[in-house]
């Protein structure tokens, strides 16, 4: 089953923060956070584990509750730069495969 | 730069054909992965192929298949391409496999005319 994120859409101005989230369906055995640019490749941003185990860039923070199999990301003092299409990811517990959510497109206006 | 290399880029081709995608993982990957992504279906997962054997498979055409080599670079063939085939094609590779982080390439535009 596909992770369901929200928003779809979020538009912030320089400064402000965010928070997209995404739900499962199904236990996460990890959660993994990707920003796609139009036409480019995803880029990891994070990677929760089950456990609290976590991964990711310094300027990103995420949270992963495993009660409520729900996973939120958190954009802080947001720059043009972070504007994309932010996806999660639904890790297995015994494969690599990924199952994505439906993507929130954020845009970050001067 | 991921690491990752898909080549080639672009690729144009005719309805009922059949193409060749190839990806070279990060140099210590054993893992690679095939997504893809198209308007209106998101990023959905392909194939795993981990140190040479297939891992984990998604909802992949029987049109399509895929292997890795022993040098870990992978390949994905699609034969009877049909209009809705067209989409872009990304190619991942991880360390190890489940709970590793995946890096992607830039990717493979397919358009079938």
């Known amino acids: 089953q596909q992770p369901v994120q929200s928003p779809q859409a979020v538009i912030l101005r320089e400064g402000e923060d965010a928070v997209i989230n995404c739900s499962s369906s199904?236990?996460?055995?990890?959660v993994h956070w990707y920003r796609q640019k139009h036409g480019e490749a995803p880029v990891f941003l994070m990677i929760l584990l089950k456990g609290g185990e976590q991964k990711g860039h310094e300027k990103i923070s995420a949270s992963f509750n495993e009660k409520k199999q729900q996973s939120s990301l958190y954009l802080t003092a947001s720059q043009l730069s972070y504007s994309g299409t932010y996806f999660c990811?639904?890790?297995?517990?015994?494969?690599?495969?990924?199952?994505f959510g439906q993507g929130t497109t954020l845009q970050v206006k001067p | 730069d991921s690491g990752v290399t898909q080549t080639p880029k672009h690729l144009i081709t005719a309805t009922g054909q059949r193409v060749t995608l190839r990806c070279s993982p990060r140099?210590?990957?054993?893992?690679v992965y095939w997504y893809q992504q198209s308007l209106d279906q998101g990023l959905q997962f392909l194939i795993q192929?981990?140190?040479?054997?297939?891992?984990a498979k998604g909802n992949i055409l029987e049109r399509f298949s895929a292997q890795q080599f022993p040098d870990l670079h992978s390949e994905l063939n699609l034969s009877s391409l049909e209009l809705g085939d067209s989409a872009l094609y990304f190619c991942?590779?991880?360390?190890?496999?489940?709970?590793?982080?995946?890096?992607f390439g830039a990717g493979t535009r397919l358009s079938v005319l």
């Open positions: 192929y981990y140190n040479g054997e297939e891992r």
């Open positions: 990811g639904s890790g297995s517990s015994n494969t690599g495969k990924l199952i």
């Open positions: 199904k236990a996460l055995y990890s």
């Open positions: 140099s210590g990957d054993l893992s």
């Open positions: 991942a590779s991880s360390v190890g496999t489940r709970g590793n982080i995946q890096y």
